[in-house]
């Protein structure tokens, strides 16, 4: 089947009424994993590139990863979506887009409403031009180690705005802030419902959920059926992956070339569960 466009894999979450996931990857491993688990459980995925992840920490290229995603989806029987997470800038996007990506985020959410509009707009032009989606963000998900940033309702998404800020800037989804935040929660995320549901009555768009790692599941079975058709999770997948490597490699007997299969098979086994919570 190979790669399939992201917004067509949430408009088929829109029409499930639940979500697709989309995890954030770093290598072969997590990537062969995610894709594994996926057509094991007859479910569609995303795949995610965080630049920080290439600029910061050299993980991997755009160009490498977006080539390796296609290669691991080319013969899957699942909808496979490629996505370059969180970017604000026009360049770096541009440039990911001719990699290879399918669908990348505009991030314009600490800008000005205006600005944030504007930029937006622009990357969509562009984007659509060359065949890839786009995702913006509109109000603030901040950084779970702050938590004000998790309960700051100045940050959150008010549901006046989304219907002309999608009208504007023509993006194809919307990240909003209802209470969830990137990286591990200090205190458990309680999300604002009402605010999504009044979010959702406004609007066509779907509606992304960003810092999935430690919501708890019952709060994402209503955020599911009131709108969020793409929902992100990076952190505790990345957690996983370090404990797991560090087990493995102070184990007796231990060797280097043990450690893809064994850490293969407890990602296996995080996803299998996390992607039950997809109702497709
Ligand atoms: P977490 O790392 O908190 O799971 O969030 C992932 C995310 O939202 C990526 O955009």
Redesign the pocket.
């Known amino acids: 089947m190979g790669i399939e466009r992201v917004s067509t894999i949430l408009k088929m979450a829109d029409e499930a009424n639940t979500s697709a996931i989309a995890f954030?990857c770093l290598d072969y491993s997590m990537v062969k994993s995610v894709i594994t688990v996926a057509e094991e459980l007859n479910k569609p995925v995303i795949c995610?590139l965080?630049p920080n992840d290439v600029l910061l920490h050299r993980w991997t290229e755009p160009a490498v990863f977006a080539a390796m995603v296609r290669a691991l989806a080319k013969d899957v029987k699942v909808p496979i979506g490629l996505h370059l997470?969180?970017s604000s800038d026009f360049e770096y996007i541009v440039a990911a887009i001719r990699d290879g990506f399918s669908s990348v985020m505009y991030d314009g959410s600490a800008l000005s409403l205006a600005e944030n509009i504007a930029n937006t707009r622009e990357v969509v032009k562009v984007a659509h031009v060359l065949g890839a989606d786009v995702e913006a963000e509109l109000g603030q998900?901040g950084f779970?180690d702050t938590v004000a940033d998790q309960s700051n309702i100045d940050m959150y998404t008010k549901p006046e705005v989304v219907k002309a800020f999608h009208e504007e800037t023509g993006c194809d989804s919307v990240a909003i802030s209802i209470g969830s935040?990137?990286?591990f929660y200090k205190e458990t995320p309680r999300l604002d419902i009402e605010r999504l549901k009044a979010i959702n009555a406004a609007t066509d768009v779907p509606l992304v959920l960003?810092?999935?790692?430690?919501i708890p599941e019952d709060q994402l079975e209503v955020a599911f059926r009131e709108g969020i058709n793409k929902f992100?999770?990076?952190?505790?997948f990345f957690w996983l992956y370090y404990e797991t490597i560090k087990q493995q490699a102070t184990k007796e007997g231990s060797v280097l070339h043990d450690l893809p299969s064994a850490i293969q098979e407890k990602l296996r086994e995080y996803l299998r569960t996390k992607m039950q919570l997809c109702k497709m």
């Not at 960003?210 to 430690?214: K, N, T």
């Open positions: 954030n995610m965080y997470d969180h998900v779970a935040a990137h990286g960003h810092g999935g790692s430690g992100n999770v990076g952190t505790e």
